[in-house]
């Protein structure tokens, strides 16, 4: 299973949802600039697309797409679904999933106590595994 650091050296513009919680998170990840993210306290069929316009980021723009399959809303999982399949069909690119709680246990294990200090984003820190059409 590649790490995010190693998708994002194929993969140089990556899109990440996270749509699972009652907080919507959007994510590029962009190599040579700094990470931009919007989290917003939105419903998911809406906040992605609001956190997108907030990003100034196009889908058709990314080389591939991240998204957290869970555990969480499946409301929001579903509707994060719904628009990778979408954006799928419009142009093929790889699309990763990741677990949110798997993802948290590995930031806590390999970085101690240093989440604290940074924005609650452990999308960034996330492990990938690469997955066909998004569930």
Known sequence: MPSLRQLHARCPR?????AASLVVQVGWLEI??????????????????RALDELGKRPRDADAFGFCEGPGSILGIRSAAVALTTWQ??????????????ARRHNRTT???????????????????RVGTPR
């Open 14 to 18: 990556l899109l990440i949802l996270d």
């Open 32 to 49: 040579g600039r700094t990470p931009a993210w919007v989290a917003l306290e939105e419903e998911a069929g809406s906040g992605l697309f």
């Open 89 to 102: 069909a419009l142009r093929e690119r790889p699309s990763f999933a990741y677990r949110s709680l798997v």
């Open 111 to 129: 970085r101690g106590n240093a989440h604290r200090r940074r924005p609650p984003s452990n999308l960034a820190r996330a492990h990938a595994r």
